[in-house]
């Protein structure tokens, strides 16, 4: 049950396109280590490319609660909010995701 392990072969299944079985490794991977930040942040991966954006957004925003430096998925956030027609907030967090990523844009 070691949870970094767990979390790589979801990360091959997400990077293979199998992201069914990604969100099912990733959830594994969270319910024995509730604190693994990693898992949170690749099961909201999972959740933008199925298009499952308001699930990606209480991904990233856990990720971001247990680890606030933690700031590689911001992007998506944007880009989820755009997903959902919500602009004011896709606006806010392109702005937050410019600070570390100079060159993103929706």
Known sequence: NDVNAINNLGAVYLNSGKIPQAVEVFKK???ISPGYVNGYSNLGLCYYELKQYQACIEMITKALQLDPKDVKDIPYLALCYKGLGNMPEALKYEAIAKQY???FKL
């Open 29 to 31: 991977a969270i319910a």
């Open 101 to 103: 990523y100079s060159n």
